[in-house]
Each structure stands twice: as structure tokens, then as C-alpha cells.
């Protein structure tokens, strides 16, 4: 019986060290949203997700957290080297771009670039799906 209670107790620790790793790429955020979205879900071993959060003290250079490294939004740089280290692991990855409803294109696009750069082949824009209004068609 005790054997049993030792693994019970290691598989919670587990399952809690998972779910506090998965809670810190997902940064809260208001994604802008869309009418017709194109869903699709994709694995956790072929995906990187890059998040898009204004910056208090600048409008002018978000925060970027590629996967859970958080740098600055102008140093393109570091974003791409960043990427180009999960490109070497995987040449298949995908980014999955999360940009907060509240930045401008001219923000988000020099992430874009960046990403491009890193030699990453496709990117996936998140945002959130809403409804249409009765009788609106799209």
C-alpha cells in the first residue's frame, strides 16, 4: 500500500509541475477578433508560441515572449536567434503568433519579419472567434 501512496504523490507533483510550466507560456491577453475563422489544432512538439504584449513605458516597442523568454520587441535579433534554435531542433516548426488586440500592424510587423527571418515557413495568427449578428451574413 505505501508503494502505491508514493507513486500517487509523485504523479501530483508531476502533473502540477506540467500544468504551472503550460500556464506560463499562455500570457493573458485580448486577442483581436475575427467573424470566419480558419482553425487548427496543432501538437506541442511542432509549434513555438510567440507572444505580442504592449509595453507600459513605450507604445512604440511591445514585449515579445518567445516560448518563456520575454525580451524586448526591438531587438529583432534576439527574436530571431531565439527561433533559429527551434528551427535547428525541428526544420518543420511552426509559430504560433499571439499579438494583443490592442498594438497596431506597424507593432506586430516587425515580429513578423523577424520570424521570416529565422527561416520559419509558416505562422499561425491567433485570434478569438465571434459571432456575427443575427441576419449579417460574411
Do not use: C
Not at 508531476?14 to 504551472?20: A, Y
Amino acid at each position: 500500500m505505501t508503494p502505491l501512496i508514493d507513486v500517487t504523490f509523485q504523479l501530483i507533483i508531476f502533473f502540477m509541475l506540467v500544468s504551472n510550466l503550460i500556464g506560463q507560456e499562455a500570457v493573458p491577453m485580448k486577442v483581436p477578433q475575427l467573424a470566419d475563422p480558419q482553425t487548427r489544432q496543432l501538437g506541442e512538439s511542432d509549434r513555438v508560441v510567440v507572444n505580442v504584449l504592449p509595453n507600459e513605458q513605450s507604445t512604440l516597442s511591445p514585449w515579445v515572449q518567445v516560448g518563456l523568454t520575454r525580451m524586448r520587441g526591438s531587438d529583432r535579433t534576439a527574436i530571431r536567434e531565439a527561433l533559429q534554435q527551434a528551427v535547428s531542433h525541428n526544420a518543420d516548426i511552426q509559430v504560433v503568433l499571439r499579438a494583443d488586440g490592442s498594438l497596431n500592424y506597424q507593432q506586430v510587423r516587425p515580429i513578423i519579419t523577424a520570424i521570416r527571418d529565422a527561416g520559419v515557413s509558416i505562422v499561425h495568427l491567433v485570434a478569438q472567434d465571434q459571432p456575427l449578428p443575427q441576419g449579417e451574413n460574411p
